[in-house]
C-alpha cells in the first residue's frame, strides 16, 4: 500500500515538474524587472525610405498658387501624386527632376526638399511626406495570418500579432522569426523570444516597412500533423484492399 502511495505522489510530482515547466513558454515577457532596471538609451531615428516604397508629397504656403506646381494629382481625380521610388532610391519630383531619398527617413526627405524650394518660393514652405504602400506579413501560427496597412507608419513586433489575432496554442513564443530586407535588398532572419521581456530592447522590436514576421509551430502541432497525413495514407490503403478483395471474391465465385 505504502509503495502505491509513493508511487502516486511522485506521478504527481512529476506532472507539477512538466506542468510548470510547460507554463513558463507561456506568458509573454518574463522577468520584467530586468527591463525596468536597465538604462535603456533606444534612440527613434525613424523609418528609412526604401526602394519600392510609394510616397506622397505634399508642398503647402500661404500663397496656394505659388505651391501648385509641385503638387501634382492623378488625373480626374483629386487624389495627390505617388512616386515611386526606383531601385537606386530616387525618385522624379516636379520642378526639382530627380532627387535621392533612399536610406532617408521622412522629416530629413521634407528638410531636403524645403531646402531645394528655397530659389522658387520666398517663404519656407511646409513639405508633408507618407509612405503610403506601409505593410507588414504576418505567417505561421496566428489566428488570423496576412498582410497588414500600417496607417501611422509605426509599429512594434507585439502590436503586429496582435493584428493577427495573436498566437495560436501551438505557435512557440521562444521561436518567432523576423525576416527583414535591407537598403542593400539583403535578407536577414532573425529570432526572437517573446518569452523574454528584454526583447522590447531588441532594435528589431520597432518593425519597418514590408517586415515578414514568422511563428513557429510547436512540436505538438508537428505531431498532429503527421498523424493526420499517416490516417488518411492508411485508410487510403485499406480501402484499396479491401476493394482488391471484394473484386477477387466475385471474380472466383
Given at each position: 500500500?505504502?509503495?502505491?502511495?509513493?508511487?502516486?505522489?511522485?506521478?504527481?510530482?512529476?506532472?507539477?515538474?512538466?506542468?510548470?515547466?510547460?507554463?513558463?513558454?507561456?506568458?509573454?515577457?518574463?522577468?520584467?524587472?530586468?527591463?525596468?532596471?536597465?538604462?535603456?538609451?533606444?534612440?527613434?531615428?525613424?523609418?528609412?525610405?526604401?526602394?519600392?516604397?510609394?510616397?506622397?508629397?505634399?508642398?503647402?504656403?500661404?500663397?496656394?498658387?505659388?505651391?501648385?506646381?509641385?503638387?501634382?494629382?492623378?488625373?480626374?481625380?483629386?487624389?495627390?501624386?505617388?512616386?515611386?521610388?526606383?531601385?537606386?532610391?530616387?525618385?522624379?519630383?516636379?520642378?526639382?527632376?530627380?532627387?535621392?531619398?533612399?536610406?532617408?527617413?521622412?522629416?530629413?526627405?521634407?528638410?531636403?526638399?524645403?531646402?531645394?524650394?528655397?530659389?522658387?518660393?520666398?517663404?519656407?514652405?511646409?513639405v508633408t511626406v507618407r509612405i503610403?504602400?506601409?505593410?507588414?506579413?504576418?505567417?505561421?501560427?496566428?489566428?488570423?495570418?496576412?498582410?497588414?496597412?500600417?496607417?501611422?507608419?509605426?509599429?512594434?513586433?507585439?502590436?503586429?500579432?496582435?493584428?493577427?489575432?495573436?498566437?495560436?496554442?501551438?505557435?512557440?513564443?521562444?521561436?518567432?522569426k523576423l525576416i527583414r530586407t535591407?537598403?542593400?535588398?539583403?535578407?536577414?532572419?532573425?529570432?526572437?523570444?517573446?518569452?523574454?521581456?528584454?526583447?522590447?530592447?531588441?532594435?528589431?522590436?520597432?518593425?519597418?516597412?514590408?517586415?515578414?514576421?514568422?511563428?513557429?509551430?510547436?512540436?505538438?502541432?508537428?505531431?498532429?500533423?503527421?498523424?493526420?497525413?499517416?490516417?488518411?495514407?492508411?485508410?487510403?490503403?485499406?480501402?484499396?484492399?479491401?476493394?482488391?478483395?471484394?473484386?477477387?471474391?466475385?471474380?472466383?465465385?
Amino acid at each position: 500500500m505504502k509503495k502505491m502511495a509513493g508511487l502516486i505522489l511522485g506521478l504527481l510530482l512529476a506532472f507539477l515538474l512538466v506542468s510548470c515547466q510547460a507554463y513558463k513558454k507561456v506568458p509573454y515577457l518574463q522577468d520584467t524587472a530586468f527591463v525596468n532596471d536597465t538604462e535603456q538609451s533606444v534612440r527613434q531615428t525613424g523609418v528609412k525610405v526604401m526602394p519600392k516604397d510609394l510616397l506622397t508629397i505634399a508642398v503647402s504656403c500661404s500663397t496656394p498658387e505659388l505651391a501648385a506646381p509641385f503638387n501634382l494629382v492623378n488625373s480626374g481625380t483629386d487624389a495627390p501624386q505617388q512616386y515611386l521610388v526606383d531601385n537606386q532610391g530616387n525618385i522624379n519630383f516636379p520642378v526639382l527632376g530627380e532627387i535621392h531619398v533612399g536610406g532617408l527617413t521622412k522629416l530629413e526627405i521634407e528638410n531636403l526638399i524645403i531646402d531645394k524650394l528655397k530659389i522658387y518660393l520666398k517663404e519656407a514652405p511646409l513639405v508633408t511626406v507618407r509612405i503610403v504602400n506601409y505593410r507588414i506579413s504576418v505567417l505561421g501560427e496566428v489566428t488570423r495570418p496576412g498582410s497588414f496597412v500600417v496607417s501611422n507608419e509605426k509599429i512594434n513586433l507585439l502590436e503586429a500579432l496582435a493584428m493577427a489575432g495573436d498566437l495560436t496554442i501551438y505557435g512557440m513564443r521562444d521561436n518567432v522569426k523576423l525576416i527583414r530586407t535591407g537598403q542593400d535588398n539583403k535578407q536577414e532572419i532573425i529570432t526572437m523570444d517573446l518569452n523574454k521581456a528584454e526583447t522590447v530592447l531588441s532594435p528589431y522590436y520597432q518593425l519597418q516597412q514590408n517586415d515578414i514576421i514568422y511563428v513557429t509551430p510547436n512540436k505538438t502541432k508537428a505531431k498532429n500533423s503527421d498523424i493526420g497525413a499517416s490516417t488518411g495514407l492508411w485508410f487510403s490503403g485499406v480501402s484499396i484492399l479491401v476493394s482488391i478483395a471484394n473484386l477477387l471474391i466475385s471474380i472466383l465465385r
